[in-house]
């Protein structure tokens, strides 16, 4: 008997040293043949679907409100105030000014403001009456839309290029040239060091052309930023068309074109900040930006080199058919004080007016060329592909009031601008998750689910903010199955909080491998809190505090929509 039982007991152990080699085989040979990338994508999807099954998110029933997009009644544009004075007037008799954050910003970005208090202290005189010159620091589209609109008039407006006073015009509004040119600047492309030297190999040279087949073929990872807010965007956006039809930029020869050459585009950057933080991780080889500001920061001329593209950045100065006669005069005495010998000087020093030897090579376009680019941009920028997105809403009692407020008014304002060829989901989260609406094509029956289901949002309990990403991010997961080539994003609108449910070292890990971008609209927020989320597929992060809050998510998802 004890014979039987010790072989019984041998039999017994080789069996399990049978059965763990095997098993263990399985495991090491399972993911033979699958990339890491694969992998750790399998991983997150599976580590999304345990965590599903502990939250169980509740659907809600659809409730359907009536669509009218035509008109939503909802003024976009912040008050003037939102946008800092940089110089202030000395005089009673003045005239306002909006300029770029490149002309007076802090810094060595403050060229305008020096002239401009020089210029105050200077005495000028007009009917004999002492002036003076007020500069606001107003983007170039911004200032476009207060113009366009009427709801703000400066005196002057200086952007970047003459785009903008172009499209103006195109747009029926009286824009009168005071000055063509107050300071140079060129818009360039950053390659990386390593890019540039490959692409130098391949090519023998590098131009707009060479980079731009160089990102179509997918050779290196090229950004820029949103051409409805920004000069240098609008400048790359142009000239890469033009690139495919000199002749006609609008032509189906150069919108095919963009398609190969955007389907290559890791994203177009809500601002120039998002798109640096991209190309300091590693996810951009490439990115626009003006010589002014790139030869002023020490770090970007060591790591990039800087290759001219488009039209050159002349700065012109605009007034319009609304100013008066006194005020126009200003202008003029301001632009000869602007364009002498000492602020030119003094322009060069602060980066302006380099001589690069850079000569243009595109055809003039005019107004409403531009204005149709920027359409086609945003109907094509997609090259194709829809894009996947769930908006994720914090509902929890802390967001009861104008929080939750300002939450349903800037995503019902935003409908608008949203392409009906994508495929949009809503998620809400208190103590518990709900699927207001499921992932679905944004044609108008789905418009009106979603915007039903945000007007019944109301707000109580606690904050599970990272179950709300989780269940969206599971949504897109199974979207993804049925249009393998699409884009998948994320819209998290919340207060910061969270204390209920799953952390931010949870999921940090999982939505990495799935490459999703969250991006963060935080109300009464915790804003480095969202910031986090947000960083981990360089995603951008707004503040909606501010007055603007409306403004800056109708460019938000103009970029990403």
């Known amino acids: 008997m004890k014979k039987n039982g010790k072989q019984a007991a041998i039999i017994a152990a080789m069996g399990a040293v049978v059965f763990l080699a095997a098993f263990g085989g399985i495991l090491l040979t399972r993911n033979v043949g699958k990339s890491a990338s694969t992998v750790s994508t399998e991983s997150a999807v599976s580590t999304i679907g345990r965590y599903m099954k502990k939250i169980a998110p509740r659907q809600a029933e659809v409730v359907k409100s009536p669509v009218e997009l035509a008109d939503t009644n909802v003024d976009e544009l912040p008050d003037i105030d939102t946008n800092p004075v940089t110089v ?28 401009a208090k020089n210029f105050n202290a200077a005495g000028f005189e007009v009917d004999g009456q002492q002036v003076s010159v007020m500069i606001r620091n107003v983007a170039s589209g911004l200032g476009m839309d207060y113009i366009r609109t009427g709801k703000y008039t400066p005196d002057g407006y200086t952007p970047s290029n003459d785009f903008w006073g172009s499209m103006l015009t195109a747009d029926g509004v009286d824009m009168e040239m005071v000055a063509d040119t107050l300071v140079e600047n060129t818009a360039g492309i950053l390659l990386s060091k390593d890019t540039q030297k490959k692409l130098v190999e391949k090519y023998g040279a590098i131009n707009l052309k ?52 955007q389907a290559n585009v890791p994203f177009v950057a809500y601002t120039t900040l998002q798109m640096r933080d991209a190309a300091e991780t590693g996810t951009l080889d490439g990115f626009v930006m003006e010589y002014q500001t790139y030869i002023n920061d020490p770090e970007l001329a060591r790591k990039y080199e800087f290759t001219p593209f488009g039209f050159v950045h002349t700065n012109p100065l605009y007034t319009t058919g609304q100013v008066s006669g006194e005020k126009k005069e200003i202008l003029k005495l301001f632009t000869e004080f602007a364009r002498s010998d000492d602020s030119q000087k003094l322009a ?34 997609d090259s194709g592909k829809p894009i996947l997105a769930v908006f994720v809403a914090d509902v929890s009692g802390s967001m009861n009031g104008e929080p939750l407020n300002s939450l349903k ?104 491998a799935l490459n999703i971008p ?29 007055d603007d809050v409306i403004y800056k998510l109708k460019n938000l998802f103009n970029s990403s929509l």
């Not at 008799?93 to 305008?112: H, N, Q, V």
């Not at 998620?427 to 019944?456: C, M, R, T, W």
């Not at 986090?532 to 503040?543: D, F, G, L, Q």
């Open 518 to 546: 969250i991006y963060t609209i935080g109300y009464n927020a915790d804003i480095p809190a969202l910031e986090s989320i947000s960083s981990i597929n360089e995603a951008a992060n707004i503040n909606a505090d501010s």
């Open 348 to 381: 060069e020093e602060y980066g302006f007016n380099v001589d690069l030897n850079y000569v243009v090579e595109q055809s003039g376009v005019d107004g409403a060329t531009l204005l149709n680019a920027q359409e086609l941009w945003k109907k094509e920028k």
């Open 210 to 261: 060479t980079i731009v087949d160089a990102t179509a073929g997918g050779e290196f990872a090229m950004g820029y930023t949103n051409p409805y807010a920004s000069a240098t965007g609008l400048n790359f956006l142009i000239s890469t068309l033009q690139t495919y039809s000199a002749r006609d930029p609008l032509s189906l020869e150069a919108v095919e074109g963009f398609q190969l050459f």
């Open 88 to 115: 202030k007037p000395s005089t009673s008799l003045y005239a306002e000014i909006f300029s770029t954050s490149e002309k007076c910003g802090p810094g060595r970005d403050g060229w305008l403001n020096e002239v």
């Open 409 to 512: 008014t800037s995503l019902i304002n935003g409908m608008q601008y949203i392409n009906t060829t994508n495929y949009v989901g809503l998620v809400s989260y208190s103590d518990e998750v709900v699927i207001n609406v499921p992932v679905g094509e944004f044609n108008l029956n789905h418009q009106s689910a979603f915007k039903g289901a945000v007007e019944s949002l109301s707000a109580s309990g606690g904050t599970a903010t990272f179950d709300g990403i989780i269940v969206a991010a599971d949504m897109l997961i199974k979207a993804k199955e049925q249009y393998p080539d699409a884009k998948m994003m994320m819209f998290v609108l919340s207060d910061g909080e969270t204390n209920r449910g799953y952390s931010l070292k949870d999921i940090e890990e999982a939505m990495d």
